[in-house]
């Protein structure tokens, strides 16, 4: 395990509209307003054609091929994430959410799309004096948190 300690910044609280795409416009936001990290939590609906990334095709191999799941119709949602900066000082989102509809639901990364549909709540709790950066992993191919 590796850690470090952060102090509590601003709270910001966003409505993302109708048809924006969750990450970007995350992104956007805390690029807008210098925030470097925060930790977030989001609720609303995601629209059809949204995508999530759901695991890796196969578990511990060299090359990770990641699953798309693409939402068949609407869906409500719940998710929570983290903002840090990669090594060039851009805020890169790292969120899962849950998408439910009638009695199924699906987890997973928002990372390949996910759009709104009317409405997401998004509380942005700002992170200061943090050293998290995510830095790529050539092992596996991801942007990794590191302390």
Same mark, same amino acid.
Do not use: D
């Given at each position: 395990m590796k850690y470090s300690q952060a102090k509590l910044g601003r709270i910001f609280v966003i409505r993302l509209e109708d048809g924006d795409i969750v990450h970007e416009e995350i992104e956007r936001f805390a690029r807008n307003q210098s925030v470097k990290a925060a930790s977030l939590i989001i609720i609303g609906g995601a629209d059809k054609d949204s995508k999530l990334v759901v695991g890796p095709e196969q578990g511990r191999m060299k090359t990770i091929v990641p699953i798309e799941h693409i939402l068949d119709d609407i869906h409500e949602v719940a998710g929570v994430g983290t903002i840090f900066p990669d090594d060039e000082g851009n805020p890169v989102l790292h +969120? %899962? +959410?849950?998408?439910?509809?009638?009695? @199924? $639901?699906?987890? &997973?990364? !928002?990372?390949? &799309?996910?759009?709104?549909? %009317?409405? +997401? /709540?998004? !509380? =942005? #709790? /700002? =992170? $200061? /004096? $943090?050293? &998290? !950066?995510? $830095? #790529? /992993? @050539?092992?596996?191919? #991801?942007?990794? =948190?590191?302390?």
């Open positions: +969120m %899962h +959410m849950a998408c439910g509809r009638k009695t @199924s $639901t699906i987890t &997973g990364c !928002i990372r390949n &799309g996910v759009k709104v549909w %009317h409405i +997401m /709540e998004v !509380i =942005l #709790f /700002e =992170l $200061t /004096e $943090t050293t &998290g !950066i995510r $830095t #790529f /992993e @050539s092992r596996i191919g #991801f942007k990794l =948190l590191n302390l």
